[in-house]
């Protein structure tokens, strides 16, 4: 099975099946700032619900909400940056990403955190108590927030990743 090579045209964009860099990177910053409305929507209903009223104590089989938020914050995140990692290898070659693989990468790693964040986000809800819930919630922002799409991975020649002096890292 072969793979046709990303052309590039004349605008100095890169176009690997009808898909060009720069559509592509327009696509990224749409589903971005949607990732950061939707959760911050839902923050808005939290503190609408639970800002004006006193919390009382969590009891302790409701506290399974922030378990599972950090469980799945620790283990789906960071396979999440792995599998960004896979579809982003020929940038550790010095080859730029695709950019069905650029969105396929940087997208799966944005749904990681905003899944995280809006899980966490509802035990507040259920547990009709702001906290712990919206720490998960609040770490999941911050890294979210870090990731926003540059496209460089898959427009600018990096060189290698064992090539300190001309590596950069993707996003």
Request: hydrophobic fraction near 55%; charge should be positive; charged fraction near 10%.
């Amino acid at each position: 099975m072969s793979h046709a090579a990303p052309s590039t045209h004349a605008a100095g964009t890169i176009k690997s099946h009808g898909l060009t860099a720069r559509t592509a990177i327009r696509i990224a910053w749409v589903a971005f700032v949607l990732f950061l409305i939707l959760p911050f929507l839902l923050f808005l209903v939290v503190v609408a619900k639970l800002g004006f009223t006193e919390s009382a104590s969590i009891p302790q089989d409701r506290q399974w909400w922030f378990l599972a938020t950090l469980g799945y914050l620790l283990v789906i995140v960071p396979i999440s940056f792995f599998w960004r990692s896979h579809v982003f290898k020929a940038y550790w070659t010095g080859h730029t990403v695709s950019p069905g693989n650029y969105l396929f990468g940087t997208i799966s790693v944005w749904l990681a955190l905003v899944i995280g964040g809006i899980f966490s986000l509802t035990g507040c809800l259920m547990t009709n108590s702001m906290l712990p819930n919206l720490i998960p919630a609040l770490i999941a922002f911050m890294f979210f927030v870090t990731l926003w799409p540059s496209g460089r991975a898959m427009i600018g020649h990096t060189g290698d990743a064992e090539d300190p002096s001309v590596y950069k890292e993707p996003s």
